[in-house]
């Protein structure tokens, strides 16, 4: 029997369990929500991954190591100079976790706000909608709705030859804790946690080196913007070694001994932390009750369909556990969108214009296609680039690294992908994916004003260029 019946149930607090929890409640469903994820102080910290050890707290790290770094390597060309600048590793690990108890405490506000019933505790599916919850001093109770959302989300995939320890061997959110600048850090994958994590520790004085399995660089971001990246996280000191595959990870003495191979055959590195950041997994342990009907994909994530829905009457899926990328904005959307069909209105994901962006310097985007793709599905396409090194502005801030790529169709001129690399691109994405959104060609966009100096003006140029009449550059 239950104790209480709602509208609607969401196992899960993070990004895309809160989204549909708050949407659902504003559309007047009475709404619970089940998160167990306990913050540093042991209470709970709602925001799942992304606010408590993804999303927020890596880009308070990156942006406070930028700072340091930018002290000796780009304020002495703007003729300052600051002699014996130092970390203070406390004050810098302080920061982010008050960034954190911040935005976990406004999501906690958020949900009294919209009169959202929060259990703290772990939330199981039973037969019939019901939900069993086992609170942190083990006691249970069962809850049931008419719909219940599945927010499960992710957790870091662990290798088994490199155990994570919490000391040694850690994963992003050891990597985001770091007491003490490591000497010398491994980081195995140079994927978005890596180039990120990676950054950071490099940026304060880690000797960082990458091995990275497959033998391209950053395989799912456009080949022209990968080989700059590439170039750039060369010049931070960042040593990438493509192609290398670990095959054992050893601690010794305060030490982690490495032994990989690549095509020259059998090394070792020693290390004085390693960071594993080979991908992430859906995480449903505990989540499904045997006889609850929900199905698991052959990677392990809940299987749904385009709606969402997981074949169950009333049971729903989305964010990490589920197909697609594993993005926050991926999963506030289809957490509103679930809300939005629950609630009988028309809910909407815009899975083609998803923008992916890497907080490394230079930042990395892109949305829609790349050139190899579209040369794989055979669609006639045009190519306009446009160098920040021609911005004013870019030049101006002593960032001109990097360009913009715009992608077209030949006959139609329809924007089909940007990719960027380079100063503030993940701001600049956006204009590209609202573009691409209204079904906006290359012309609309190169008619549409840009504010001079910006560094706005590269998608501008680029729109100009895929027609071969930029104005700043050789067409
Ligand atoms: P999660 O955020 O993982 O939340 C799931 C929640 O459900 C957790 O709180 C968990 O404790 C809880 N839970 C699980 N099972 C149960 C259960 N049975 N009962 C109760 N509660 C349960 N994405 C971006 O878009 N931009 C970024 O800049 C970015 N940076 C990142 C940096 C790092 C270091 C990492 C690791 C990830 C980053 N991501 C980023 C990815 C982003 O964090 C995830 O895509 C996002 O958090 C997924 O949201 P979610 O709600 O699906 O799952
Ligand atoms: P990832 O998939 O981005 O990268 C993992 C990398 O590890 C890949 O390049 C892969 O080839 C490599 N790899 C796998 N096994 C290996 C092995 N045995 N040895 C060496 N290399 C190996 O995964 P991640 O960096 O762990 O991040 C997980 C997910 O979190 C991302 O896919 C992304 O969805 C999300 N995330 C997003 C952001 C952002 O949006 N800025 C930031 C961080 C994380």
């Given at each position: 029997m239950s104790d209480q019946q709602f509208d609607v149930i969401v196992i899960g607090g993070g990004p895309a369990g809160y989204h549909a929890a708050i949407r659902a409640a504003q559309l007047g469903l009475k709404t619970a929500c089940i998160d167990a994820w306990a913050g540093k102080d042991g209470k709970q910290a709602l925001g799942g991954t992304c606010l408590n050890v993804g999303c927020i707290p890596s880009k308070a790290l990156l942006d406070s190591s930028k700072q340091f770094y930018n002290i000796a390597h780009n304020l002495p060309v703007h003729g300052i100079s600051v002699d014996n600048a130092k970390v203070d590793l406390g004050t810098f690990i302080g920061r982010k976790d008050k960034i954190v108890k911040q935005f976990t405490g406004g999501v906690a506000q958020l949900f009294k706000a919209n009169k959202i019933t929060s259990f703290f505790g772990k939330g199981k599916l039973l037969k019939g909608n019901q939900v069993e919850i086992t609170g942190n001093d083990g006691a249970k109770q069962t809850i049931s709705a008419t719909n219940v959302i599945l927010a499960s989300g992710s957790v870091p995939i662990e290798l088994p030859f490199a155990?994570?320890?919490?000391?040694?061997i850690i994963d992003n959110a050891g990597a985001l804790d770091i007491n003490e600048v490591p000497k010398r850090l491994g980081v195995i994958g140079a994927g978005v946690i890596g180039l990120e994590l990676g950054s950071v520790w490099r940026r304060l004085g880690a000797e960082v080196t990458v091995l990275e399995?497959?033998?391209?660089?950053?395989?799912?971001?456009d080949a022209d913007i990968a080989k700059v990246a590439l170039k750039e996280f060369k010049k931070l000191g960042l040593d990438i070694k493509l192609g290398a595959k670990l095959a054992k990870a050893e601690v010794k003495k305060n030490e982690v001994h490495l032994t990989y191979t690549d095509s020259d055959g059998e090394h070792s590195l020693v290390v004085d932390k390693l960071l594993v950041a080979v991908g992430r997994r859906a995480y449903t342990d505990g989540?499904?009750?045997?006889?609850?009907?929900v199905k698991l994909d052959e990677r392990g994530r809940i299987a749904v369909d385009d709606h969402c829905h997981?074949?169950?009457?009333g049971v729903w899926a989305v964010g990490d556990?589920?197909?697609?990328?594993?993005l926050a904005h991926k999963g506030f959307e289809e957490g509103i969108a679930v809300a939005e069909w629950i609630a009988g209105k028309s809910g909407h994901v815009a899975y083609d214009t998803i923008p992916w962006v890497i907080y490394t310097e230079p930042e990395i985007a892109w949305a829609g296609k790349t050139e190899k793709q579209l040369k794989d599905e055979g669609v006639p396409y045009k190519v306009g680039t446009f160098p920040f090194a021609a911005i004013g502005r870019a030049v101006a801030m002593n960032e001109a690294v990097g360009m913009v790529k715009m992608i077209a169709h030949?006959?139609?001129?329809?924007?089909?992908g940007v990719h960027m690399v380079g100063p503030g691109v993940s701001e600049l994405i956006a204009e590209c994916v609202v573009a691409m959104e209204f079904k906006g060609s290359a012309e609309d966009m190169a008619r549409i004003m840009h504010a001079h100096?910006?560094?706005?003006e590269a998608v501008h140029e680029a729109a100009l260029s895929v027609d071969k009449r930029a104005i700043h550059k050789g067409n």
């Open positions: 155990k994570f320890d919490g000391k040694h399995a497959l033998p391209d660089f950053l395989g799912a971001a989540l499904l009750s045997e006889d609850c009907g997981t074949g169950v009457d556990a589920v197909r697609g990328p594993m030949a006959e139609t001129d329809r924007i089909l100096p910006t560094l706005s």
